[in-house]
């Protein structure tokens, strides 16, 4: 997957595409759901592009902690998408310049650097400065361009929406199994390990001080976003499983 990183306007890219455009945090199952409908959409001679977005904007313009941590930082995020079919992610930083971004100047300044056919968002997706814009404005913004916009509604199993909000508040309990439904693939931490302690662990949503299951053993998460592990130094990844009492 090739990986492009703005922080305005992407860059020109005359390829046929078809796009899809959101935070992606954990490339649940809602996000997949759009990627999968991007891809039944997309002719042989287009490829899928993602737009994405990181920090959360709830962190980068207010300094809200809890929006700081991720399921999948920038490494877990890309290598997900390329696994459910992304060709192009353009990961686009967001900062108070880029909230000033109105929907208008989205299309008209932003997408039209793309040689775009279709774009597929979620039912709530909003863009551009302010909140009234929707899936309508956007469609009817698009339209003098020839792009056709599809929308695809938000998605529950075990009557719980399928929101990366969610999933979050699941991690932060230790809940994995819980978590994992909704995401629809595994959870994974990435990290550096050093003399027995994962860190480098900031930007992730961590379960609470405790010791837990892994597939590689015991672990320890402390007090000081690290977690004590019994593995080699070096880059390792850690699947958490369940609390141990």
Known sequence: MEVSHVTLEPNKDSRPAVLTIGKFDGV????????NTALSIKKENEILTAI??????????KQI?????????????????????????????????????????????????????????GSEFNFGKGR????????DLCKPYGIGVTSVPVI?????????????????RGHFIEAEQLLGH????????ENGEMLGLDDYVLPATGTYQ????????????????????????LHMKNELS
């Open 28 to 35: 649940h199952l809602g996000h997949q759901t759009i990627l």
């Open 52 to 61: 994405s977005f990181s920090p959360h904007p709830l962190w980068a313009l």
């Open 65 to 121: 902690e809890i929006y700081r941590e991720m399921l999948t930082p920038r490494m877990e995020k890309e290598r997900w998408l390329a696994h459910y079919g992304v060709d192009h992610l353009i990961e686009t930083a967001f900062t108070p310049r880029y909230a000033e971004t109105t929907p208008e100047e989205f299309v008209t300044d932003h997408l039209t650097n793309l040689h775009l056919s279709h774009i597929v968002v």
């Open 132 to 139: 009234d814009s929707d899936v309508e404005l956007l469609r």
């Open 156 to 172: 529950e199993t075990n009557q719980t929406k399928i929101s990366s909000t969610n999933i979050r508040a699941f991690i932060r």
């Open 186 to 193: 595994p959870w994974y931490i990435t990290g550096i390990v």
């Open 214 to 237: 892994t597939d590689t053993g015991h672990v320890k998460v402390t007090n000081n976003r690290t977690i004590q592990v019994d593995l080699p130094d070096g880059l390792q990844q």
